[in-house]
C-alpha cells in the first residue's frame, strides 16, 4: 500500500513539473478600471479557463507548457488574445488592457463613462475636491435596496428617519437632522413637496434611475452654502456609448399579510375638491358635496407587490449624441402593527416622571405607487462645446388606512369590575406627490486655458392630501356591558395642497494658469433661485345625525353612519400662505497644484431674501412679512497625496441652516395642555465644519478611510418653551445659544478574488441645552409650570452607527450575492417641550439579503428580502414612573415605552435583462 500511495504522489509532481499557472489584471484600456467578469481561456482548448474576480485578477491553472494563445473576452470590448511562451513547472504574470468596442480615441465621442462601477466611484472619492463617499450603480443594483434612501443607510455616518411603514423616508447625516442637508439631482437642487420645509422625501426615488449616489461631507466655495450634514446627489443614468436595453421585473410579498387582512378604501369616494375652494369661501356645503357619506373599508388579502423598470439607450451621429430613457413603476403594499402609549406630566406629582393616561392598538395597511421617468440627451457639437438636457417626473400615490382601539386609563378604568372606556378611529388618507425636473447644461471650452459652463433648472412640486378623514367612535363599558356609538364630538375631514417652484440659473468660470510655482485653477461664478410656494388648507367637522348614532342599530359599518355638517364654510388657519425666497450668490475661489499638494481657498456670498403672506392671520399679527441676510461662507481644503495610492485631507468650511417656510410665519395652533407659535425673528443658524481624513486605496476597487469631523453650530433652529409677547410661554422653533457636533468615521472596502466586504463605522456625538417644562408647587403650594434648562443630543443623533456588507460574486457561476447588515444606536427622535420627556428610538440590528443568477443569454433572476430581523420601533422616555408597572409592556427598568411596531420581512422575486 506504501508503495501505492508513494507512486500516486510520484505521478502527480510529474505532472505538475509540466505545467504552469498564469496569473494578472485586466483593465479598461481608456479608463484604467478594473474589469470584472472578463472570461479568460487557453485558445481551443477550453479546459483551461476562468474569470476575472471582484479585484479583476484571474488565475488560470495547470497550463500545459509550450506556446499557447490566452483569449480575453467581455461584452463590449474588443476580443484581446495574448501569445505567450510557457516554460516547465513556472508562474508568469500578464496584466490586459481591453478596448471598448467601437472606440476611436482620436474621434470626438461620448465620453465612456465608468460613473456606474465601483472603480469609477473609489476614483471620484479619491481625486475630489471634497470628502466624498461614493456608492455605484452595480453595487445598488446587487444590493436589496429598491429606493434612495434605503441606499443611504449604507454609508458612514448615515442614520434614517422612517416612515409609518417603517421605510427609510429622510436622511439624517453625521448627526445633524435632515433639515441641515440638501438633496440635488445631477447636481442642482429641485423643488421640495413638503407643506412646511425645504427638505425632500427620499424614498420616493426608485434606486435603479441613478448611476451612481454621491454623500459630500464638505464644500467648497462652488456648493451651495446650506450642506452642514452632506450634500445628498442623486447623479442620474448617462447615455450609453451603444445600443442598450435593460429591463427589469418582480413581485413580492409582505410576510404582514400573512397573518392579517389589508385594509382598503375607494378613492373614487373621495372628494378631490374641498367646496370652499372649488364654490369659493362664502359657499356653504352641505354632506351632498361630500357624497353623503364616506368610502367603505374592505378587508382582502393584498395583490403581490410588483416592480417593473426599462430603460434603453444609444448614440448618434458619430457617437456625437447621446439619449437615454428610462421608466420605473413599483407597486408597494405594506403593513404596520403598533403599540402607543399617551402620556402626560403630572401635575400634583414632583417626580418630574410622566405617566401613562392611555394605550392604542393601531394597525397600518398601505398601498404605495411610485413612477419614474427619465430622459436625457447629451450633445458634442464639437471637442470644445458640449450640451445636456435632463428631465425627470417622480410621482407618489399613496393610500393608508389607520385603525385604531384605543383604551383609556381614567377615574372610569377598573377592569376588575369591566368598567373601561374605548374608543375606535379610522383615519382613510392619500397623498399624491410629484416632482419634475428640467435642466440644460452647457459645457464651453473657449480657449485651451478659460472654459465655462452654465446651468438654467425649471422645477415644480406639488403635494396634494385630499378628504383625509377621519372616524371616531365610542365605548363606555359598565360590567363588561357598553355599546359602540359614533363620538358626538365629530370627525374631522381635511384638504391640504401644496405647491413648490423653482427658477434657478448658474454660471461657473474656469482659467488655468501653469508656472514654476505650480499650477493654478481660477473659478468664479453665481447663482441665482427665485422660489414660489403655496399652501391650502380647509377642515370640515362632520357630526353623528340627531347627536348619537349607535353601532349595531343605526349603522353596521362606518360607511352607513348618516352626517351632517357642523360648520358649513369650513375651518381655515395658518397653514393657508404663499411663501417665497430669492437668493443670490457668488463665489471666488482658487485652486494650487503642485506635486502632491493640492489645496484650495474659496469664499462665497449668500444673499436671501425670504418672505410670507398669510391669507387668515391672527388679529395682532401682520399678514406679511421678510427676513433678508447675507452670508459670507469661507472654505480651506488641503490634501496631500504622500504616494499614489494615499491620501490626508483637511478642510475647513462655513455653512447656514435657513428657517423653514412655515416656521417664521407668525401661526398659532392651541393643543391640549400648550399653545404652538410661528416665530417670524426666527434666524439662520450659522455653523463652523472642521475635517480630516486618510485615504488609503490598495487597489482601484478597495479602500481603508479613517476621518473626523466638529461642528460648532450658532443659533441651531429647536422647539422650545420661549416667551410669546413678553407675558406668556408657547412651544415655538427658536434660537437655542450654540451647540457643538463631534464624531469620526471608518470605512473599508476589501476584495477576495469572488469574496467583498464593506464596511464603515461612525461615532458621534452631540449636545445641546434647551428649557424644559414641568409642574411643582410654589411657596403659597399652588401648582405652577417652572422650566429648567436640560442638555442632550442633537435630535436624530446616534452615537453609534455600523454598516456591515459580504458580498459573493462568481462570474463563472453567474452569481452573485449581498447579505448587509447594519446598526443604529439609541437616537432622540421627538425633542419634547416637558422635562425628561424627550422620545428615544431604541437601537437596532437589521438584517437584508440579496442574490442573483445570471445566464448568457442576457437574462438574471434575483431575490431581495428585507428586515429579516423583523426590528421593531421601539420609542421611550427615559424616566420611569412605579405607577405605569402594570400596564403593557412596561417594566421596572428605569424607561417608560411609548411605541412599539413591528414590519415583518418583505420579499421580492424578478427578472433582469440586459441586452
Known amino acids: 500500500m506504501r508503495k501505492i500511495i508513494l507512486a500516486f504522489f510520484l505521478t502527480l509532481g510529474i505532472f505538475s513539473v509540466k505545467s504552469t499557472n498564469i496569473s494578472g489584471i485586466v483593465t479598461d484600456a481608456e479608463t484604467g478600471e478594473l474589469l470584472v467578469g472578463v472570461t479568460v481561456f487557453v485558445k481551443d482548448n477550453l479546459k483551461y479557463a476562468t474569470s476575472t474576480g471582484l479585484d479583476g485578477s484571474f488565475n488560470l491553472r495547470n497550463i500545459p507548457s509550450g506556446t499557447q494563445t490566452i483569449v480575453f473576452r467581455l461584452i463590449s470590448y474588443e476580443i ?29 465621442t461620448v465620453t465612456a463613462s465608468s460613473k456606474s462601477t465601483d472603480y469609477g466611484a473609489r476614483k471620484l472619492e479619491k481625486v475630489s475636491p471634497n470628502i466624498l463617499n461614493v456608492v455605484s450603480s452595480n453595487f445598488i443594483e446587487n444590493s436589496p435596496d429598491i429606493t434612495v434612501a434605503n441606499v443611504l443607510q449604507r454609508i458612514s455616518g448615515v442614520t434614517l428617519e422612517r416612515n409609518s411603514s417603517g421605510e427609510g423616508q429622510y436622511a439624517v447625516l453625521r448627526g445633524m437632522d435632515k433639515r441641515y442637508n440638501i438633496s440635488l439631482v445631477n447636481g442642482v437642487k429641485i423643488a421640495s413637496p413638503d407643506n412646511k420645509q425645504r427638505y425632500i422625501p427620499l424614498d420616493i426615488f426608485p434606486s435603479e434611475l441613478l448611476d451612481r ?13 446650506d450642506a452642514t450634514g452632506g450634500a445628498i446627489n442623486m447623479d442620474m443614468k448617462d447615455a450609453p456609448r451603444q445600443f442598450t ?43 351632498s358635496d361630500f357624497g353623503n357619506t364616506i368610502s367603505p373599508i374592505h378587508n382582502k388579502k393584498p395583490l403581490p407587490n410588483g416592480i417593473l423598470g426599462v430603460s434603453i439607450g444609444n448614440s448618434f451621429l458619430n457617437n456625437r449624441l447621446g439619449v437615454i430613457l ?108 410629484n416632482i419634475y425636473a428640467s435642466t440644460l447644461i452647457g459645457h464651453h471650452k473657449i480657449t485651451p486655458k478659460f472654459s465655462l459652463n452654465w446651468v438654467g433648472i425649471f422645477s415644480h412640486a406639488k403635494n396634494n392630501r ?5 372616524i371616531n367612535l365610542d365605548q363606555l363599558t359598565t360590567n363588561n356591558q357598553g355599546v359602540i356609538f359614533v363620538d358626538a364630538d365629530g370627525s374631522p375631514r381635511r384638504w391640504e395642497h401644496n405647491t413648490d417652484r423653482d427658477l434657478s440659473g ?44 349607535n353601532k349595531g342599530e343605526d349603522f353596521n359599518t362606518i360607511d352607513e353612519i348618516q352626517w351632517v355638517l357642523s360648520n358649513p364654510q369650513g375651518s381655515v388657519g395658518p397653514l393657508n400662505y404663499k411663501a417665497s425666497e430669492d437668493i443670490a450668490s457668488g463665489y471666488a475661489q482658487v485652486k494650487w497644484e503642485k506635486d502632491r499638494w493640492e489645496a484650495i481657498l474659496g469664499i462665497r456670498a449668500e444673499y436671501t431674501n425670504q418672505g410670507y403672506f398669510m391669507f387668515y392671520p391672527n388679529a395682532d399679527d401682520d399678514p406679511d412679512g421678510k427676513q433678508i441676510y447675507t452670508d459670507w461662507l469661507p472654505n480651506v481644503n488641503i490634501k496631500y497625496a504622500y504616494n499614489d495610492k494615499a491620501n490626508i485631507r483637511a478642510s475647513y468650511y462655513r455653512s447656514i441652516n435657513r428657517p423653514g417656510f412655515f416656521e417664521i410665519v407668525p401661526y398659532q395652533m392651541k393643543y391640549e395642555d400648550y399653545d404652538e407659535y410661528g416665530n417670524p425673528d426666527l434666524k439662520r443658524a450659522i455653523i463652523d465644519n472642521a475635517d480630516l481624513r486618510w485615504e488609503y486605496f490598495p487597489t482601484q476597487t478597495e479602500q481603508i478611510m479613517v476621518g473626523v469631523f466638529y461642528k460648532h453650530i450658532q443659533d441651531p433652529i429647536e422647539y422650545a418653551y420661549h416667551t410669546k409677547n413678553y407675558r406668556q410661554y408657547g412651544y415655538m422653533p427658536v434660537n437655542l445659544g450654540n451647540a457643538d457636533n463631534l464624531g469620526g468615521e471608518i470605512d473599508v472596502i476589501k476584495y477576495f478574488r469572488e469574496f467583498g466586504i464593506k464596511a464603515n463605522y461612525t461615532y458621534t456625538n452631540s449636545s445641546i441645552i434647551t428649557p424644559k417644562a414641568f409642574f411643582t408647587r410654589n411657596e403659597s403650594g399652588s401648582i405652577i409650570r417652572a422650566f429648567e434648562d436640560q442638555k442632550r443630543p442633537l435630535v436624530g443623533q446616534a452615537s453609534h452607527v455600523a454598516n456591515l456588507a459580504l458580498l459573493y460574486k462568481s462570474v463563472d457561476k453567474g452569481f452573485d450575492a449581498q447579505v448587509a447588515f447594519s446598526y443604529t444606536g439609541d437616537k432622540i427622535v421627538i425633542a419634547s417641550h416637558y422635562l ?80
Open 80 to 108: 484581446t488574445e495574448q501569445t505567450i511562451q510557457i516554460s516547465d513547472n513556472s508562474n508568469q504574470k500578464i496584466d490586459i488592457q481591453l478596448l471598448p468596442q467601437g472606440l476611436e480615441l482620436t474621434a470626438v
Open 213 to 225: 449616489l454621491i454623500v459630500s461631507k464638505t464644500r467648497t466655495a462652488d456648493l451651495e452654502g
Open 245 to 287: 436595453l435593460n429591463v427589469n421585473g418582480s413581485l413580492g410579498y409582505n410576510a404582514m399579510f400573512f397573518e392579517r387582512d389589508f385594509l382598503a378604501f375607494d378613492q373614487n369616494k373621495i372628494t378631490m375638491t374641498a367646496p370652499n375652494e372649488k364654490f369659493g369661501s362664502d359657499y356653504r356645503a352641505s354632506m
Open 326 to 433: 428610462a421608466g420605473n413603476y413599483q407597486n408597494h403594499n405594506k403593513g404596520t402593527n403598533t403599540t402607543l402609549f399617551d402620556t402626560s406630566m403630572s401635575q400634583t406629582d414632583e417626580s418630574k416622571a410622566v405617566g401613562i393616561t392611555d394605550m392604542h392598538e393601531r394597525t397600518y395597511s398601505e398601498n404605495e405607487i411610485k413612477t419614474g421617468l427619465h430622459a436625457k440627451v447629451d450633445f458634442h457639437l464639437n471637442d470644445n462645446h458640449k450640451f445636456e438636457f435632463y428631465n425627470a417626473y417622480i410621482y407618489n400615490k399613496s393610500m393608508q388606512v389607520r385603525d385604531s382601539k384605543s383604551i383609556s386609563y381614567s377615574f372610569h378604568y377598573n377592569p376588575e369590575q369591566g368598567n373601561y372606556d374605548y374608543s375606535f378611529q379610522t383615519r382613510l388618507r392619500l397623498i399624491k406627490q
Open 466 to 470: 385630499p378628504d383625509q378623514t377621519y
Open 506 to 549: 448658474l454660471l461657473n468660470l474656469t482659467y488655468l494658469l501653469e508656472g514654476d510655482m505650480g499650477k493654478f485653477t481660477l473659478q468664479g461664478g453665481g447663482l441665482y433661485r427665485d422660489k414660489k410656494r403655496d399652501n391650502f388648507y380647509v377642515s370640515y367637522t362632520i357630526r353623528p345625525l340627531n347627536g348619537r348614532q
Open 836 to 915: 425628561n420627556s424627550d422620545y428615544w428610538q431604541k437601537g437596532g440590528f437589521y438584517l437584508d439579503i440579496s442574490g442573483e443568477k445570471k445566464f448568457k443569454n442576457g437574462l438574471a433572476i434575483y431575490l431581495k428580502a428585507n428586515n429579516l430581523l423583523n426590528t421593531p420601533n421601539i420609542e421611550y422616555i427615559k424616566t420611569h414612573n412605579p405607577k405605569n408597572n402594570d400596564y403593557p409592556l412596561q417594566s421596572t427598568s428605569g424607561n417608560t415605552i411609548i411605541r412599539k411596531e413591528y414590519y415583518k420581512p418583505s420579499f421580492l422575486l424578478g427578472f433582469r435583462y440586459k441586452m
